[in-house]
Protein backbone atom coordinates (compact mmCIF):
# COMPACT_ATOMS: atom_id res chain seq x y z
CA UNK A 1 0.00 0.00 0.00
CA UNK A 2 3.00 2.54 1.11
CA UNK A 3 4.89 1.38 -2.21
CA UNK A 4 1.81 2.28 -4.49
CA UNK A 5 1.23 5.70 -2.61
CA UNK A 6 4.27 6.45 -2.83
CA UNK A 7 4.07 5.59 -6.96
CA UNK A 8 0.87 7.71 -6.70
CA UNK A 9 2.85 11.00 -5.19
CA UNK A 10 5.63 10.83 -7.97
CA UNK A 11 3.44 10.19 -11.01
CA UNK A 12 1.03 13.29 -9.78
CA UNK A 13 4.03 15.66 -8.77
CA UNK A 14 5.45 14.64 -12.23
CA UNK A 15 1.65 15.21 -13.92
CA UNK A 16 1.77 18.90 -11.91
CA UNK A 17 5.34 19.55 -13.30
CA UNK A 18 4.26 19.13 -16.65
CA UNK A 19 1.57 20.88 -16.41
CA UNK A 20 2.69 23.92 -14.33
CA UNK A 21 5.57 24.25 -17.68
CA UNK A 22 3.12 23.96 -20.20
CA UNK A 23 0.80 27.00 -18.49
CA UNK A 24 3.41 29.21 -17.99
CA UNK A 25 5.32 28.80 -20.96
CA UNK A 26 1.79 29.54 -22.59
CA UNK A 27 1.07 32.52 -20.58
CA UNK A 28 4.14 33.72 -20.88
CA UNK A 29 4.90 33.62 -24.66
CA UNK A 30 1.64 35.32 -24.93
CA UNK A 31 2.27 38.33 -22.63
CA UNK A 32 5.96 38.52 -24.32
CA UNK A 33 3.58 39.10 -27.55
CA UNK A 34 1.32 41.50 -26.32
CA UNK A 35 4.77 43.84 -25.43
CA UNK A 36 6.07 43.21 -29.11
CA UNK A 37 3.12 44.37 -30.76
CA UNK A 38 2.61 47.60 -28.91
CA UNK A 39 6.27 48.06 -29.79
CA UNK A 40 5.26 47.39 -32.67
CA UNK A 41 2.80 50.12 -32.88
CA UNK A 42 0.58 46.54 -33.45
CA UNK A 43 -2.15 48.10 -30.57
CA UNK A 44 -4.87 46.03 -32.21
CA UNK A 45 -2.91 43.00 -31.78
CA UNK A 46 -1.84 43.70 -28.44
CA UNK A 47 -5.16 44.49 -27.40
CA UNK A 48 -6.56 41.04 -28.65
CA UNK A 49 -3.73 39.04 -27.36
CA UNK A 50 -3.44 40.90 -23.87
CA UNK A 51 -7.77 40.43 -23.71
CA UNK A 52 -7.35 36.97 -24.21
CA UNK A 53 -4.95 36.94 -21.77
CA UNK A 54 -7.06 38.51 -18.99
CA UNK A 55 -10.35 36.56 -19.78
CA UNK A 56 -8.69 33.39 -19.17
CA UNK A 57 -7.27 34.06 -15.84
CA UNK A 58 -9.88 36.25 -15.13
CA UNK A 59 -12.58 33.60 -15.40
CA UNK A 60 -10.23 31.11 -13.78
CA UNK A 61 -10.04 32.82 -10.63
CA UNK A 62 -13.26 33.65 -9.98
CA UNK A 63 -13.92 30.33 -10.12
CA UNK A 64 -10.88 28.78 -7.71
CA UNK A 65 -11.50 31.75 -5.80
CA UNK A 66 -15.83 30.58 -5.22
CA UNK A 67 -14.74 26.91 -5.33
CA UNK A 68 -12.16 27.66 -2.38
CA UNK A 69 -14.69 29.16 -0.55
CA UNK A 70 -16.94 26.27 -0.41
CA UNK A 71 -14.31 23.90 0.33
CA UNK A 72 -13.67 26.31 3.30
CA UNK A 73 -17.28 26.23 4.34
CA UNK A 74 -17.25 22.35 4.39
CA UNK A 75 -14.40 22.03 6.68
CA UNK A 76 -15.29 25.59 8.97
CA UNK A 77 -12.44 27.25 8.36
CA UNK A 78 -11.28 30.69 9.99
CA UNK A 79 -11.35 33.63 7.93
CA UNK A 80 -7.79 34.02 7.50
CA UNK A 81 -6.75 31.34 5.04
CA UNK A 82 -9.94 33.14 3.19
CA UNK A 83 -7.93 36.51 3.06
CA UNK A 84 -4.68 35.42 2.05
CA UNK A 85 -6.66 33.39 -0.79
CA UNK A 86 -8.49 36.31 -2.19
CA UNK A 87 -5.27 38.34 -2.06
CA UNK A 88 -3.28 35.69 -4.16
CA UNK A 89 -6.59 35.49 -6.52
CA UNK A 90 -6.22 39.06 -6.91
CA UNK A 91 -3.13 38.72 -8.44
CA UNK A 92 -3.67 35.99 -10.62
CA UNK A 93 -2.16 33.22 -8.07
CA UNK A 94 -5.03 30.85 -8.47
CA UNK A 95 -3.52 28.32 -10.36
CA UNK A 96 -0.59 28.79 -9.14
CA UNK A 97 -1.85 27.79 -5.86
CA UNK A 98 -3.62 24.95 -6.86
CA UNK A 99 -0.70 23.49 -7.99
CA UNK A 100 0.97 24.14 -5.32
CA UNK A 101 -1.94 21.93 -3.29
CA UNK A 102 -1.71 18.57 -5.53
CA UNK A 103 1.77 18.57 -6.20
CA UNK A 104 2.39 18.31 -2.42
CA UNK A 105 3.23 15.03 -0.98
CA UNK A 106 -0.53 13.49 -0.01
CA UNK A 107 -1.66 12.37 2.96
CA UNK A 108 -3.35 8.51 2.32
CA UNK A 109 -6.31 10.02 4.63
CA UNK A 110 -7.09 12.53 2.75
CA UNK A 111 -6.92 10.57 -1.22
CA UNK A 112 -10.50 11.43 -1.98
CA UNK A 113 -10.33 15.02 -0.83
CA UNK A 114 -6.93 15.02 -2.96
CA UNK A 115 -8.79 13.89 -5.99
CA UNK A 116 -11.33 16.22 -6.06
CA UNK A 117 -8.04 19.04 -6.28
CA UNK A 118 -7.08 17.66 -8.53
CA UNK A 119 -10.54 17.27 -10.73
CA UNK A 120 -10.51 20.87 -9.66
CA UNK A 121 -7.46 22.05 -11.14
CA UNK A 122 -8.19 20.30 -14.39
CA UNK A 123 -11.59 21.70 -14.74
CA UNK A 124 -9.66 25.42 -14.02
CA UNK A 125 -6.96 24.39 -16.55
CA UNK A 126 -9.53 23.04 -19.69
CA UNK A 127 -11.18 26.75 -18.84
CA UNK A 128 -7.87 28.53 -19.68
CA UNK A 129 -7.27 26.49 -22.28
CA UNK A 130 -10.13 27.58 -24.39
CA UNK A 131 -10.45 30.91 -23.30
CA UNK A 132 -7.16 32.02 -23.81
CA UNK A 133 -5.14 28.52 -25.40
CA UNK A 134 -7.64 28.30 -28.42
CA UNK A 135 -8.43 31.53 -29.35
CA UNK A 136 -4.86 32.79 -29.10
CA UNK A 137 -3.92 30.35 -31.63
CA UNK A 138 -6.57 30.99 -33.75
CA UNK A 139 -5.73 34.98 -33.76
CA UNK A 140 -1.84 34.12 -34.32
CA UNK A 141 -3.06 31.61 -37.10
CA UNK A 142 -4.73 34.93 -38.28
CA UNK A 143 -1.87 37.03 -38.57
CA UNK A 144 0.28 34.93 -40.21
CA UNK A 145 -1.84 33.70 -42.96
CA UNK A 146 -3.27 37.52 -43.24
CA UNK A 147 -0.38 39.84 -43.38
CA UNK A 148 2.46 37.46 -44.20
CA UNK A 149 3.77 38.33 -40.38
CA UNK A 150 5.70 35.92 -38.36
CA UNK A 151 8.95 35.44 -35.32
CA UNK A 152 10.20 33.11 -33.23
CA UNK A 153 8.02 34.19 -30.61
CA UNK A 154 5.15 33.91 -32.52
CA UNK A 155 5.92 30.17 -33.45
CA UNK A 156 6.67 29.66 -29.88
CA UNK A 157 3.40 31.06 -28.72
CA UNK A 158 1.09 28.91 -31.28
CA UNK A 159 3.53 25.65 -29.58
CA UNK A 160 3.03 26.16 -26.48
CA UNK A 161 -0.77 27.08 -26.95
CA UNK A 162 -1.35 24.12 -29.26
CA UNK A 163 0.64 21.74 -26.42
CA UNK A 164 -0.77 23.21 -23.39
CA UNK A 165 -4.70 22.67 -25.18
CA UNK A 166 -3.22 19.36 -25.71
CA UNK A 167 -2.21 17.95 -21.92
CA UNK A 168 -4.88 20.32 -20.73
CA UNK A 169 -7.81 17.54 -22.57
CA UNK A 170 -5.86 14.29 -21.86
CA UNK A 171 -5.51 15.94 -17.85
CA UNK A 172 -8.77 16.50 -17.64
CA UNK A 173 -9.93 13.34 -18.55
CA UNK A 174 -7.59 11.21 -16.25
CA UNK A 175 -8.34 13.20 -13.42
CA UNK A 176 -12.01 13.42 -13.82
CA UNK A 177 -12.28 9.51 -14.15
CA UNK A 178 -10.31 8.89 -10.95
CA UNK A 179 -12.71 11.62 -9.03
CA UNK A 180 -15.82 9.39 -10.23
CA UNK A 181 -15.88 6.44 -7.97
CA UNK A 182 -18.48 5.04 -10.39
CA UNK A 183 -17.10 5.34 -13.41
CA UNK A 184 -13.16 3.79 -14.72
CA UNK A 185 -10.20 5.07 -15.35
CA UNK A 186 -9.44 6.16 -18.51
CA UNK A 187 -6.46 3.34 -19.45
CA UNK A 188 -3.30 4.46 -20.69
CA UNK A 189 -1.59 3.43 -23.68
CA UNK A 190 -3.75 3.04 -26.62
CA UNK A 191 -7.13 4.50 -25.04
CA UNK A 192 -5.14 7.86 -23.97
CA UNK A 193 -3.34 8.11 -27.49
CA UNK A 194 -6.50 7.86 -29.17
CA UNK A 195 -8.81 9.91 -27.12
CA UNK A 196 -5.69 12.76 -27.39
CA UNK A 197 -5.82 12.64 -31.47
CA UNK A 198 -9.23 12.78 -31.94
CA UNK A 199 -9.59 15.59 -29.93
CA UNK A 200 -6.39 17.19 -31.43
CA UNK A 201 -7.27 16.43 -34.96
CA UNK A 202 -10.82 17.82 -34.54
CA UNK A 203 -10.13 20.98 -33.17
CA UNK A 204 -6.99 21.99 -34.85
CA UNK A 205 -8.92 21.29 -38.33
CA UNK A 206 -11.59 23.85 -36.73
CA UNK A 207 -9.38 26.19 -35.89
CA UNK A 208 -7.22 26.14 -39.57
CA UNK A 209 -10.68 26.78 -41.20
CA UNK A 210 -11.78 29.29 -38.57
CA UNK A 211 -8.45 30.98 -39.45
CA UNK A 212 -9.56 30.82 -43.31
CA UNK A 213 -12.79 32.42 -42.57
CA UNK A 214 -11.14 35.43 -41.25
CA UNK A 215 -9.01 35.89 -43.82
CA UNK A 216 -11.76 35.50 -45.78
CA UNK A 217 -13.82 38.68 -44.42
CA UNK A 218 -13.08 39.53 -40.66
CA UNK A 219 -16.81 39.79 -40.25
CA UNK A 220 -16.44 35.60 -39.81
CA UNK A 221 -16.24 37.00 -35.73
CA UNK A 222 -19.61 37.60 -36.27
CA UNK A 223 -20.48 34.09 -36.80
CA UNK A 224 -18.15 32.42 -33.90
CA UNK A 225 -20.22 34.99 -31.66
CA UNK A 226 -23.02 33.53 -32.90
CA UNK A 227 -21.84 30.00 -32.18
CA UNK A 228 -20.62 30.92 -28.95
CA UNK A 229 -23.90 32.46 -28.16
CA UNK A 230 -25.63 29.57 -29.80
CA UNK A 231 -23.59 26.90 -26.92
CA UNK A 232 -24.34 29.14 -24.51
CA UNK A 233 -27.76 29.10 -24.71
CA UNK A 234 -28.14 25.01 -25.07
CA UNK A 235 -25.99 25.02 -21.83
CA UNK A 236 -28.92 27.19 -20.04
CA UNK A 237 -31.35 24.86 -21.98
CA UNK A 238 -29.76 22.21 -20.23
CA UNK A 239 -30.62 24.18 -17.01
CA UNK A 240 -27.07 23.14 -16.22
CA UNK A 241 -26.43 23.05 -12.05
CA UNK A 242 -22.62 23.08 -11.68
CA UNK A 243 -22.46 25.78 -9.27
CA UNK A 244 -24.06 26.91 -5.76
CA UNK A 245 -24.40 30.33 -7.13
CA UNK A 246 -27.08 31.63 -10.00
CA UNK A 247 -24.65 34.49 -11.38
CA UNK A 248 -21.95 31.59 -11.00
CA UNK A 249 -23.76 29.17 -12.97
CA UNK A 250 -24.68 32.00 -15.69
CA UNK A 251 -21.00 32.32 -16.21
CA UNK A 252 -20.21 28.86 -16.32
CA UNK A 253 -22.53 28.38 -18.91
CA UNK A 254 -20.75 31.21 -21.42
CA UNK A 255 -17.60 29.23 -20.39
CA UNK A 256 -18.96 26.26 -21.78
CA UNK A 257 -20.53 28.24 -24.51
CA UNK A 258 -17.05 29.49 -25.44
CA UNK A 259 -15.76 25.59 -25.32
CA UNK A 260 -18.28 24.15 -27.61
CA UNK A 261 -17.07 26.66 -30.27
CA UNK A 262 -13.90 24.68 -30.17
CA UNK A 263 -14.96 20.95 -29.70
CA UNK A 264 -18.14 19.15 -28.15
CA UNK A 265 -18.44 19.12 -24.74
CA UNK A 266 -20.76 17.33 -22.77
CA UNK A 267 -22.36 19.80 -20.42
CA UNK A 268 -24.72 17.49 -18.13
CA UNK A 269 -23.08 14.64 -17.56
CA UNK A 270 -25.93 12.77 -19.50
CA UNK A 271 -26.08 10.38 -22.87
CA UNK A 272 -25.07 13.07 -25.93
CA UNK A 273 -24.74 10.91 -28.58
CA UNK A 274 -27.70 12.77 -30.53
CA UNK A 275 -25.93 15.94 -29.77
CA UNK A 276 -22.37 15.10 -30.49
CA UNK A 277 -23.58 13.48 -33.81
CA UNK A 278 -25.65 16.98 -34.77
CA UNK A 279 -22.12 18.95 -34.10
CA UNK A 280 -20.02 16.80 -35.32
CA UNK A 281 -22.30 17.29 -39.09
CA UNK A 282 -21.70 20.66 -38.81
CA UNK A 283 -18.49 20.53 -37.94
CA UNK A 284 -17.88 18.23 -41.13
CA UNK A 285 -19.96 20.77 -43.07
CA UNK A 286 -17.70 23.98 -41.93
CA UNK A 287 -14.07 21.86 -42.22
CA UNK A 288 -15.18 20.77 -46.06
CA UNK A 289 -16.67 23.92 -47.50
CA UNK A 290 -13.98 26.11 -45.88
CA UNK A 291 -11.22 25.58 -48.50
CA UNK A 292 -13.42 25.12 -51.19
CA UNK A 293 -14.85 28.78 -50.44
CA UNK A 294 -11.78 29.89 -49.95
CA UNK A 295 -10.71 28.87 -53.44
CA UNK A 296 -13.49 29.53 -55.29
CA UNK A 297 -13.80 33.67 -53.68
CA UNK A 298 -9.82 33.93 -53.49
CA UNK A 299 -8.35 32.37 -57.04
CA UNK A 300 -5.13 34.17 -56.26
CA UNK A 301 -4.48 31.84 -52.94
CA UNK A 302 -4.43 28.83 -55.84
CA UNK A 303 -0.69 30.14 -56.65
CA UNK A 304 0.34 30.43 -52.55
CA UNK A 305 1.80 26.98 -50.71
CA UNK A 306 0.58 27.61 -47.58
CA UNK A 307 -2.89 27.83 -48.96
CA UNK A 308 -2.73 23.93 -49.97
CA UNK A 309 -0.62 23.00 -47.06
CA UNK A 310 -3.56 24.17 -44.57
CA UNK A 311 -6.32 22.70 -46.52
CA UNK A 312 -4.60 19.56 -46.60
CA UNK A 313 -3.86 19.90 -43.17
CA UNK A 314 -7.75 20.53 -42.20
CA UNK A 315 -9.22 17.58 -44.65
CA UNK A 316 -6.75 15.26 -43.36
CA UNK A 317 -7.24 16.24 -39.93
CA UNK A 318 -11.00 16.07 -39.91
CA UNK A 319 -10.50 12.45 -41.42
CA UNK A 320 -8.51 11.37 -39.02
CA UNK A 321 -10.49 13.09 -36.02
CA UNK A 322 -13.80 11.27 -37.24
CA UNK A 323 -11.53 7.90 -37.25
CA UNK A 324 -10.10 8.36 -34.01
CA UNK A 325 -13.72 9.50 -32.63
CA UNK A 326 -15.34 6.77 -33.96
CA UNK A 327 -12.39 4.17 -32.88
CA UNK A 328 -12.35 5.64 -29.44
CA UNK A 329 -16.30 5.59 -28.44
CA UNK A 330 -16.79 2.69 -30.33
CA UNK A 331 -14.21 0.52 -28.66
CA UNK A 332 -11.98 2.08 -26.22
CA UNK A 333 -13.99 4.33 -24.04
CA UNK A 334 -14.60 2.72 -20.71
CA UNK A 335 -17.81 2.11 -20.11
CA UNK A 336 -19.97 3.25 -16.96
CA UNK A 337 -20.41 0.70 -14.43
CA UNK A 338 -23.23 1.95 -13.03
CA UNK A 339 -25.21 5.61 -14.13
CA UNK A 340 -24.22 8.53 -11.48
CA UNK A 341 -26.83 11.12 -10.35
CA UNK A 342 -25.48 14.28 -11.83
CA UNK A 343 -25.64 18.20 -11.04
CA UNK A 344 -25.45 18.16 -7.36
CA UNK A 345 -28.26 15.31 -6.62
CA UNK A 346 -26.48 14.02 -3.61
CA UNK A 347 -25.48 10.44 -3.03
CA UNK A 348 -25.06 9.28 0.79
CA UNK A 349 -21.72 9.17 2.09
CA UNK A 350 -20.21 10.38 -1.40
CA UNK A 351 -17.29 12.54 -0.51
CA UNK A 352 -17.11 13.95 -4.21
CA UNK A 353 -18.14 17.79 -4.75
CA UNK A 354 -21.22 18.41 -6.68
CA UNK A 355 -18.75 20.29 -9.47
CA UNK A 356 -17.02 16.81 -9.55
CA UNK A 357 -20.27 15.05 -10.17
CA UNK A 358 -21.49 17.14 -12.59
CA UNK A 359 -20.03 15.44 -15.43
CA UNK A 360 -20.45 11.75 -15.95
CA UNK A 361 -19.67 10.65 -19.65
CA UNK A 362 -16.78 12.93 -21.00
Given at each position: ???????????????????????????????A???????????V????????????????????????????H????????????????????????????????P???????L????????M????????????????????????????????M???????N?????????????????????????????V???????????????????????????????????????W?H?????????????????????????????????????????????????????????????????K?????W?????????S???????V??Y????????????????????????????A????
Open positions: MGQSNEQYSKRRWLLALVGLFMYLGDICTDTLVFRYFHEKRYWSGLTALFIITGLTVNQIFSYAWFLEDMKNVMDSKPKRRFLVLHIFGMGILLRYVQVSHNNTSHHNKLSDAADLSLKLFETFLESAPQLLLQLYIRQSHDEWSVLQYSMVFSFFLAWSLVDYQIWLRKSLPQSRELPSGLPTVYLLYKLFTITSLILSYSLLLFLSIYSTVGFTSLWLLGTIALLQTDFCNSGVLELLYRGVIGAILVFTFFNAKGQNTKREMTVYYFFWTAINFSTPLLMFFLKPELTITFFVVSGVIYGGLLGLISLSYRFLHPKQCELDQVDGQEKEKTPLTKRTRFIKP
